[in-house]
């Protein structure tokens, strides 16, 4: 481990199907996995799929992710679900946002609005689109159990964002206990993210969770709890 990184906290409950070695990082770290069952029983499931730690400078998402998770291995959840906790561990333990090999993982989805241009590197979307192992792996792990809903943890400015009519009520319910603006956009131009691929040319609605960044990390999770629980339950 880097000196100063982060420790991932993972799950541990022999309830629910978990790979730790799903898909490794663009420096050969793994990326786990976990879920209600195993993704190949999931193709006519129309799971929810949760993924956390995209941006590796937004801690705030992987605190999320890992008390969601927790709170799922604990219940019982008729609804089919799958969670990555950190897609992104290359840039999460260096607090930066871009992956190991300085791409912007977030605008390195195969949309047909991909673009290879950027104003900084931040934003690089790296040499071609699903250039980078982590979003080549999420991928075919979306072709492969197309879920009905994506939901993932970022933090910037509070905000609920949805990308996608059929994703709007979740989402009202999450910014509805969170108290958190709900909004259509995130207010410029993403080509290449999660939410121009899987919504707009997949039909998958994509609900963004923008926590407040340095958010104290005992706060996150009670924010968000209940809106999440709704949702699994709708």
Not at 55 to 63: A, L, T
């Amino acid at each position: 481990m880097i000196k100063g990184s982060k420790p991932l906290i993972v799950g541990s409950s022999k309830n629910i199907w978990q790979q730790t070695n799903w898909a490794s990082s663009a420096l050969g770290q793994t990326i786990s996995l976990y879920g209600s069952a195993a993704p190949e029983q999931m193709s006519a499931a129309s799971p929810v799929l949760f993924i956390g730690g995209v941006h590796g400078d937004e801690p705030e998402g992987v605190v999320l992710a890992n008390e969601w998770l927790a709170w799922l291995e604990s219940e019982n959840i008729s609804q089919p679900w799958l969670l990555i906790p950190c897609l992104n561990p290359d840039g999460y333990q260096r607090n930066e946002r871009t992956n190991g090999r300085g791409v912007d993982l977030n605008r390195n989805y195969p949309s047909t609005c991909w673009s290879s241009a950027f104003e900084e590197e931040r934003y690089f979307p790296g040499t071609a689109p699903a250039s980078e192992p982590e979003i080549s792996a999420l991928v075919t792990l979306i072709e492969q159990t197309k879920p009905r809903l994506i939901v993932h943890f970022h933090s910037w400015q509070p905000s609920i964002v949805y990308t996608g009519e059929s994703a709007k009520s979740a989402a009202s319910m999450l910014a509805r206990c969170s108290n958190y603006p709900l909004q259509a956009d995130i207010g410029y131009p993403t080509p290449g993210s999660l939410g121009e691929y899987s919504a707009n040319d997949l039909g998958i609605g994509v609900i963004c969770i923008e926590e407040q960044e340095g958010a104290d990390s005992q706060s996150i999770f009670p924010r968000f709890k209940q809106g999440l629980i709704d949702l699994m339950k709708a």
